[in-house]
């Protein structure tokens, strides 16, 4: 069941691993603004460019105490490829069970050359230091995107 998400109201919870591979929580980063970006697939040109653009803002994200992390459906080996691909400094979420997905409501119907599926939409959530949903952008067109999240916090 997929949770109606409203600005001002909190945030589901998730973890992520940092560098070495320790988990990292959600609730652990209260006091840090974190933003939380859905991408289709990696190594896609859109995927590619907006990755791009995070990781080439992600000091004036730190700046602001604002944390960046990246998720998609695919495997954390391909995250790993993708990751030292673009030098991204931020971590990317495997969400191969769709949990993550389906807490934000981000799969939706998509249609390619006739062919119907299910993929995730585009979507940027900026999560406030107390847990809460402050911005919430759905089909998100890439270009400028990265510097209209920076721009909110």
């Avoid at 209260?30 to 939380?36: N, P, Q, W, Y």
């Avoid at 004036?60 to 080996?77: C, P, T």
């Avoid at 409501?105 to 050359?113: H, I, P, Y």
């Avoid at 939409?121 to 406030?128: L, W």
Wanted: contains cysteine; charged residues 25%; aromatic residues 10%.
């Amino acid at each position: 069941m997929v949770l109606s998400l409203k600005v001002g109201g909190p945030a589901p919870e998730f973890s992520w691993s940092d560098r070495n591979g320790n988990p990292v929580n959600l609730s652990d980063v209260r006091g840090k603004s974190v933003v939380l970006y859905f991408y289709p697939k990696d190594n896609t040109p859109g995927c590619t460019i907006e990755a791009r653009g995070f990781a080439s803002k992600y000091n004036e994200f730190l700046q602001k105490n604002a944390l960046v992390v990246g998720v998609s459906r695919d495997s954390i080996s391909s995250h790993e490829k993708f990751s030292n691909l673009c030098g991204l400094p931020f971590p990317l979420i495997s969400d191969k069970d769709e949990k993550l997905c389906n807490a934000y409501g981000t799969l939706v119907e998509k249609s390619m050359m006739g062919k119907k599926y299910m993929g995730i939409d585009r979507s940027t959530f900026i999560i406030s230091p107390e847990g809460k949903l402050d911005k919430i952008w759905r089909n998100v067109s890439v270009l400028g995107h990265v510097e209209e999240v920076l721009s909110s916090l």
